[in-house]
């Protein structure tokens, strides 16, 4: 791991947002439970976090597939969204406070991204729930990329708004998935789990 003090090499640094910046992840489980068990499928907790960074719509594709049901992707993703919004309303979440401290920390001295699996209206009402959403220069989601994590296009997108080389670039994450797009993009990689 890159030596978090050291910007001899980093120039600009993005960072996943749910289960990274955001301790949003029991509220889309929560989501998640709600909306499959109406369509019959069972959804456990490790295997959420094994597909932790995987847009909505591909994760439904995928446990529909599996379950050899023939589920209304779109309309199956789109519920699962009202209920993240729902329960985002009710429950609310909080700041990963290591990581946000080191953001803040980062603000105003480097460029900062936001590189997501989730739709952009989610993701910034997340952000905007902890307060800092207007840190970034940039936030890139699930629609602004065709590949998605474990490809690295989302981080890549990224730094190119950035203006900045992907190897000039540290991300954080906080699932495997995440971990593999960052390498793939060439950048410093920050597991946010070992901090």
Known sequence: MLNENSNDEVR?????????LVDSMPVHFAAWVETL????????????????GVPTDKIVDLLA????????????????????????????????????????????????????????????????????????????????VEAHKPAPDVFLEAARRLDIPAERCRAYEDTDLGMQAIHAAGMHAVDIRLL
């Open 12 to 20: 600009g640094l993005i960072f996943d947002c749910d289960g990274t």
């Open 37 to 52: 068990q109406r369509h019959g499928i069972e959804f456990s907790e490790q295997r959420f976090y094994e597909l932790g």
């Open 65 to 144: 597939t599996e379950a050899g049901s023939s589920l209304d992707v779109d309309a199956v993703s789109l519920e699962k969204e009202v209920a993240y919004e729902r329960h985002l309303s009710t429950v609310g979440v909080l700041p990963i406070e290591a990581v946000v401290t080191i953001a803040r920390e980062h603000r105003g001295r480097l460029p900062m991204a936001i590189a997501t699996g989730s739709l952009l209206h989610i993701a910034e009402r997340s952000l905007r729930q902890i307060g800092v959403l207007d840190w970034f220069d940039t936030v890139v989601a699930a629609e602004h």
